[in-house]
């Protein structure tokens, strides 16, 4: 008996042991992970640096410097702004209604106010747009229909175009001004205004203006990492690439396809994106050949737009397929456009009665044979484009398809679109916020296109907020797009934000916003 009490105590003992070894080492390991997250929460560094080159000034309907507008996101609100996807969403409204046609509600947030206290209301709305009529600003075609804004009271508005403006709402993007702030201030360049945005101009310094977290943001309940954004001014974008590439700089964006040249490619991290400069070629659906949907397509298929984009422009642009397809939430397929088969091209126009004879297509109807040879309409004083014209005519020419080259002047060029004079037309255009299509749908568009199926969805999706609906008629248009060629995309612009590679959190820009997600950036 007494062999076994000293038995089960020494057990006992040993697991005693055991227990409190196990406590230790988990005590260890728990002090050991609260060290780590202390050491990384000293280690943090809540101020990044940021550029601008060519300053102007802070007044963002004022500016007309991409880099002012980037920073000024962070300063200033709009009523309505974009998702990472493009999609409109409240910002300083609370919500918005289409009433009719040319009849549009806004409902203001309550809760916000500008950052020396004062309640923003719907004076400012008024204000602003007042301000956009009267001078020249980039924003100044987003309010050119309109006609009136009516204060309802302090925190409705009403405005009226003075025509229907499919997505209207995305032109209420622009950012809003305190009227109070101007009652006793002139509206000019030197005048740092008030924002209601999450950060705040704290200091305006020779060459560089500081940038501190808005402590009346109506967002506060948002965690907000960064403290300091200083914005370092500079006389030259290459005086500011070669601040980010010596490391004094944490985050530049710019439209340059050719910033590698300048900031190399190691030592920094970076994302590419699709631009707003889209270019592509308008079918006159009218012209003899071009209104057989055969053809289109045949040079649709015999053109290999990564050709162009790698020849052309070294591969520092992005081939593309449709209007839309930079991100836009309402254009969800992978590819709208028929793709490079020029085999695809040569049995396609087989299959229509077509002969390919001494070099060339030919047809034959009502005893007259025609060769199948088009003109190409570009602008001559945009030698980068004759080039892409001259590079689509000898791929259409090893295709037996004959191109003339029509190198117009400004004037005859502009006349020609609006006249329709042009079988086939390079054009470029910058790409609005909107999805609208009108440009390549609408009535007189430059495909002289039209059908009553297109007619039918135009009007349906400029009288619709159903996103369903939406992206159901948007699918529709791409296979349109891709099935009857009234158009071909050839490629967008290249829009590259680079950043440091200390610097952490989402970082997931857009050419609307390069700021997007800043909430939990650091370094």
């Known amino acids: 008996m007494k062999s076994n009490f000293f038995k089960y105590l020494f057990i006992i003992f040993v697991i005693g042991i055991m227990v409190f070894a196990i406590f230790k080492i988990k005590s260890d390991e728990q002090e050991t992970e609260n060290n780590q997250v202390q050491t990384e929460e000293q280690q943090k560094n809540t101020e990044i640096i940021v550029g601008v080159a060519s300053f102007d000034s802070m007044n963002p309907i004022i500016s007309t410097n991409k880099n002012v507008q980037d920073i000024s996101r962070l300063i200033y609100e709009p009523l309505l702004t974009l998702t990472s996807d493009y999609k409109i969403e409240n910002c300083l409204a609370k919500e918005w209604a289409k009433q009719n046609a040319t009849t549009y509600i806004i409902k203001l947030k309550e809760n916000v106010r500008w950052s020396d206290g004062e309640k923003f209301i719907a004076d400012d709305v008024k204000f602003t747009i ?4 009267e001078i020249n600003s980039i924003y100044t075609s987003n309010v ?4 009136a804004v009516d204060i309802v009271d302090d925190y409705t508005v009403q405005i009226t175009l003075d025509q229907e403006v499919p997505f209207f709402e995305y032109n209420l993007t622009f950012p809003i001004m305190s009227n109070q702030y101007y009652l006793d201030k002139e509206f000019n360049a030197d005048i740092v205004p008030i924002g209601t945005g999450m950060y705040k101009v704290s200091e305006v310094q020779s060459s560089s203006i500081i940038l501190t977290k808005n402590q009346n943001w109506w967002g506060k309940d948002s965690t907000l990492t960064l403290t300091k954004i200083t914005l370092n001014l500079y006389s030259s974008m290459g005086e500011l690439y070669n601040s980010f590439k010596s490391g004094n700089i ?45 053809v289109r397509k045949a040079i649709s298929y015999s053109i290999d737009r990564s050709n162009i984009v790698s020849s052309i422009f070294s591969n520092r642009y992005m081939v593309s397929s449709f209007p839309l397809d930079y991100g836009s939430w309402i254009y969800q397929e992978q590819d709208a456009s028929a793709g490079y088969n020029p085999d695809q091209a040569k049995q396609i126009l087989t299959e229509n009665g077509w002969t390919f004879r001494n070099s060339s297509w030919q047809r034959t109807e009502n005893y007259r044979t025609q060769r199948l040879e088009l003109n190409l309409l570009v602008k001559a004083s945009d030698a980068t484009r004759v080039a892409v014209a001259q590079n689509i005519k000898q791929q259409l020419e090893n295709q037996g398809i004959r191109i003339n080259i029509v ?9 020609s679109l609006t006249t329709k004079n042009y079988d086939m037309v390079l054009c470029s255009i910058n790409l609005s916020l909107s999805p609208d299509l009108t440009t390549f749908f609408g009535t007189n568009n430059l495909a002289n296109y039209n059908t009553d199926e297109i007619t039918s969805i135009m009007n349906e999706v400029k009288n619709t907020t159903d996103d369903n609906v939406l992206i159901e008629k948007y699918k529709r248009l791409a296979e349109i797009y891709k099935n ?8 967008n612009n290249r829009y590259t934000v680079a950043y440091s590679t200390g610097l952490v959190g989402d970082v997931t820009p857009t050419w609307y916003n390069i700021f997007n997600n800043i909430s939990n950036w650091y370094k």
């Open 130 to 133: 007042d301000r956009l009529k």
């Open 144 to 147: 050119q229909h309109v006609i």
């Open 250 to 294: 944490d985050i530049i964006s710019t439209q340059n396809s050719g910033v590698q040249d300048y900031i190399g490619t190691i030592g920094y991290a970076s994302k590419e994106l699709k631009g707003r400069e889209h270019d592509f070629i308008a079918f006159n659906t009218q012209n003899n050949f071009l209104s057989r949907a055969e």
């Open 407 to 415: 190198q117009a002047n400004d004037e005859q060029y502009n006349n």
């Open 484 to 491: 009857d060629v009234p158009y071909l995309s050839l490629y």
